[in-house]
Nanobody
Framework: QVQLVESGGGLVQPGGSLRLSCAAS????????MGWYRQAPGKERELVAA???????NYADSVKGRFTISRDNAKNTVYLQTNSLKPEDTAVYYC???????????????WGQGTQVTVSS
């Protein structure tokens, strides 16, 4: 199996910053893509940022210029640097990874358990 463990969420004032981390472990042969979604109360889950193996990135319009996604391949970890946070960024943030299992050689999407980000004064 593959596990994704997130960290870095919390309570921050408007204009503040947080760095979210998501580490993949277990039967990881190769990670093809990693990224972040978020879900606010009463809203659908939305893509925040995505990063492919080739280095291509994709951001939601609402976070462009404020959030940056990056990856440490040696640690199988993806980061989301969030700056200039706004109250509307409040949500549970979930990381995902498209992983090839070294035991089965199958590719599957895996999800983290979610980390709460609350932006409030």
């Amino acid at each position: 199996q593959v596990q994704l463990v997130e960290s870095g969420g919390g309570l921050v004032q408007p204009g503040g910053s947080l760095r979210l981390s998501c580490a993949a472990s277990g039967r990881v042969l190769r990670i093809n893509a990693m990224g972040w979604y978020r879900q606010a109360p009463g809203k659908e889950r939305e893509l925040v940022a995505a990063l492919t193996n080739s280095g291509s990135t994709n951001y939601a319009d609402s976070v462009k210029g404020r959030f940056t996604i990056s990856r440490d391949n040696a640690k199988n970890t993806v980061y989301l640097q969030t700056n200039s946070l706004k109250p509307e960024d409040t949500a549970v943030y979930y990381c995902y990874a498209l992983v090839r299992d070294r035991a089965t050689l199958m590719r599957n999407y895996y999800w983290g358990q979610g980390t709460q980000v609350t932006v409030s004064s």
